[in-house]
Structures are given as C-alpha cells and as structure tokens.
C-alpha cells in the first residue's frame, strides 16, 4: 500500500530534550515536506526537500532541523524543544516539485501530536 | 508569496444541505488548485484538483471551479452527509509546494 508513515504518533517531552520525528514513503517520491498545524493558523510549511541531499526552508524553520540522506526517509529534528513547538505536526510527498504551471498532489502521513512542557 | 482566504468557521449545516465553502488565492502565475480534507484524528488527503483555468475538479459529489479571472476556486456539493463533517483546505500549488489556508471547519447536523 503507498502510503507515509510518521513515528511517533504521539509524543510527550520536557523542553530541553533533543528528540527526532521520523517520516518515511514508499512511493519513491522525489520531495518531501514537513508541515506544522495550529489551531487559527492552518498547516505552515517548516522545511522541504526536493531530492537526497537537497533541503530548504519552509515559512516556520526556527527551532528545526532536517536531512535527506536516503530518498524515502525525511526525518525532522528538533535539537532542544520549546513549550512554542508544541503542534501536530505533518509529513508530506509528492513525485516531484511543481512543473511549470502545474504541481502534483501531496500526500500525507497520519501526524504527529508534540507536546513539550 | 502566494496566500489563501478562505473562511474558518465552524461552518455548521444540516444534513442534505447544499454546501459552499469560498476559496481565493492569490500566486504567481496560474497554479495547479487543490481541496484537500482531514477528517477528525487523521492527515490530509486529496479531495480535488484542477490545473488549468476553467477545469472543474469534481470526487465524492464535491466539485470546485477553477476561476482564473477571479482567482477562487470554490468548493460545493448539492447534499451534505453526516460523513462529510471534516476540516476543509484549499490550496494553490507554487514552485516550492502547497500553500494551505487556514482550514474550514465543516460540522453536518443530522
């Protein structure tokens, strides 16, 4: 089944605690994104990759890190969480980044609850 | 960058209801558009698409119209269910991805 898995699905931490949230797909997709989603702010793009060893920054990059060392892995990184990170956060994968004019759906993992005290 | 108005509710209707949730946008160019939804507890996932002017995106009796000279992409079915209480995403497509508004918040009363 094509899908995106993301691990943990729910996590509890104390701010300071270095912690990873992983993202995989198996469709082979090319980009890779992380999205966050607040409540009255809808989901913010945090960092995205376009293929191994590419990333960039998203709308909400501060307090994350990111690699692509394998192309169907993308886990997010945050190196010492704060109470502000706490979110539901959300993986995504498409083919490929947009052609001109037209952009290739997305798809999405189950989510990641965080809550950080 | 490119940005999404779209309304936030909860928008709450009864069931066999017609529904219109209003989705403009702005972006460089002419994107693809896109409507996705989270039902309660999951991820997103794709309802609709259109990727050219005047394409009509159309699944589960929803349908949405591609308005170039109006930038909007607006989402309708005739006859609202139970089952289609969700949150609601419209969506352009830009150079580095998706950009999402902010959700609409869609409550069916039976």
């Known amino acids: 089944e094509a899908q995106v898995t993301q691990n943990p699905r729910y996590l509890i931490t104390v701010t300071g605690k270095k912690l990873t949230v992983t993202c995989s797909q198996n469709?082979?997709?090319?980009?890779m994104s992380w999205y966050r989603q607040d409540p009255g702010l809808g989901l913010r793009q945090i960092y995205y990759s376009m293929n191994v060893e590419v990333t960039d920054k998203g709308d909400v990059p501060e307090g994350y890190k990111v690699s692509r060392k394998e192309k169907r892995n993308f886990p997010l990184i945050l190196e010492s969480p704060s109470p502000n990170q706490t979110s539901l956060y959300f993986c995504?994968?498409?083919?490929?980044?947009?052609?001109?004019?037209?952009?290739?759906?997305?798809?999405f993992g189950p989510g990641t609850r965080l809550t950080v005290t | 960058g490119d940005s999404v108005t779209q309304m936030e509710g909860p928008v709450t209707l009864s069931e066999e209801a017609f529904l219109t949730i209003n989705c403009t946008y702005t972006a460089t160019g002419y994107p693809s558009l896109f409507w996705y939804v989270q039902y309660p507890g999951e991820g997103l996932q794709l309802l609709l698409k259109?990727?050219?002017?005047?394409d009509k995106g159309s699944n589960k009796g929803f349908e949405a119209t591609y308005r170039k000279e109006t930038t909007s992409f607006h989402l309708e079915k005739g006859s609202v269910q139970v089952s289609d209480s969700a949150v609601y995403f419209c969506a352009p497509g830009g150079a580095d991805g998706l950009t999402f508004g902010k959700g609409t918040h869609l409550i069916i009363q039976p």
């Open positions: 469709m082979n997709h090319e980009y």
């Open positions: 995504a994968s498409s083919l490929s980044l947009p052609l001109t004019g037209y952009s290739y759906e997305q798809y």
């Open positions: 259109a990727t050219k002017a005047d």
